[in-house]
Nanobody, 122 residues
Framework: VQLQASGGGLVQVGGSLRLSCTAS????????MGWFRQAPGKEREFVAR????????DYEIFVKGRFTIARENAKNTVYLQMNALKPEDTAVYYC????????????????WGQGTLVTVSS
């Protein structure tokens, strides 16, 4: 499956962005989806995940209550709504797909998008 992430950009502290990730090539609903991020000089880390149906979601503690992951299987798209953004949210955000899975572990994911840069300025 090919993943195309978009929606990144420059935003001020406290602002919002919505990232999108559109899949092609395989049956989207066969894949659990996740968002990860990599800040400058740091390792890539888990942000959020959603199961194949969209019924279950999970978040890393540092985004809980501010970010929302959702998917529209009819549109082959997963979203990450990011509110109350902080400078420490600055990173390249990646979407990823895991076949018949629901994981927070990077190594479990089979396919990755190219990343979209989010910069939060103070």
């Amino acid at each position: 499956v090919q993943l195309q992430a978009s929606g990144g950009g420059l935003v001020q502290v406290g602002g919002s962005l919505r990232l999108s990730c559109t899949a092609s090539g395989r049956t989207f609903s066969n894949y659990g989806m996740g968002w990860f991020r990599q800040a400058p000089g740091k390792e890539r880390e888990f942000v959020a995940r959603v199961d194949r149906s969209g019924a279950r979601t999970d978040y890393e503690i540092f985004v809980k209550g501010r970010f929302t992951i959702a998917r529209e299987n009819a549109k082959n798209t997963v979203y990450l709504q990011m509110n109350a953004l902080k400078p420490e949210d600055t990173a390249v955000y990646y979407c990823a797909a895991v076949s018949y899975g629901y994981s927070f572990r990077e190594l479990d994911y089979d396919y990755w998008g190219q990343g979209t840069l989010v910069t939060v300025s103070s």
